[in-house]
T-cell receptor, first 112, second 112 residues
Framework: SQKIEQNSEALNIQEGKTATLTCNYT??????LQWYRQDPGRGPVFLLL?????KEKRKERLKVTFDTTLKQSLFHITASQPADSATYLC???????????FGKGTKLSVIP | DADVTQTPRNRITKTGKRIMLECSQT?????MYWYRQDPGLGLRLIYY???????NKGEISDGYSVSRQAQAKFSLSLESAIPNQTALYFC???????????FGPGTRLTVL
């Protein structure tokens, strides 16, 4: 069956370091993949979209990679700050589908 | 004004009651979505609509119905609420099939 896995439920990192979050998917090939940030009790906020023919996408301190061979996307936050603490969701869009499927998320805590 | 508004923000109801959650968007987008979020289960799609005349079931539509009253309005109904429908409900909109989705603030629903 189709499956999305985000590497861990929680990730703690020291302020100033690079945070790396992983999204793995099995049994399907997404046409593209999106990343969202969600703060407690609030709706997710769209961050980045990367297409299957793109290897890497950047936006300010954020970088996303997409490896269709490994079936994996990595989400990096460089020079992390306490304000980056949130849950991050990956959401692949399946080829031939009409909807996003969300992973369960990784809760990132940036420690001062 | 917020791009996506949801009413009510919080609702407590009893088993068997009919309840409607409302969503409005000011982005002029054609596509609208309803999700529910449960701890440990992530975001799951209930219904989605690509225009006023196009409504589709998502992953978990049983026990729910929707109405797309206008391009800007998409309502979710629980005909006979049950306790396992207690969750956080989000409405979202997007302008392109593959674009990032804009989420509302959520409705916290408790069914006793």
């Amino acid at each position: 069956s189709q499956k999305i896995e985000q590497n861990s439920e929680a990730l703690n990192i020291q302020e100033g370091k690079t945070a790396t979050l992983t999204c793995n998917y099995t049994n399907y090939s997404p046409a593209y993949l999106q990343w969202y940030r969600q703060d407690p009790g609030r709706g997710p906020v769209f961050l980045l979209l990367i297409r299957e023919n793109e290897k890497e996408k950047r936006k300010e301190r954020l970088k996303v990679t997409f490896d269709t061979t490994l079936k994996q996307s990595l989400f990096h936050i460089t020079a992390s700050q306490p304000a980056d603490s949130a849950t991050y969701l990956c959401a692949p869009w399946l080829t031939g589908s009409y909807q996003l499927t969300f992973g369960k998320g990784t809760k990132l805590s940036v420690i001062p | 004004d917020a791009d996506v508004t949801q009413t009510p923000r919080n609702r407590i109801t009893k088993t068997g009651k009919r309840i409607m959650l409302e969503c409005s968007q000011t982005k002029g987008h054609d596509r609208m979505y309803w999700y529910r979020q449960d701890p440990g289960l992530g975001l799951r799609l209930i219904y989605y609509s690509f225009d006023v005349k196009d409504i589709n079931k998502g992953e978990i539509s049983d026990g729910y119905s929707v109405s797309r009253q206008a391009q800007a309005k998409f309502s979710l109904s629980l005909e006979s609420a049950i306790p396992n429908q207690t969750a956080l409900y989000f409405c979202a909109t997007s302008d392109l099939q593959r674009g990032g989705q804009i989420f509302g603030p959520g409705t916290r629903l408790t069914v006793l």
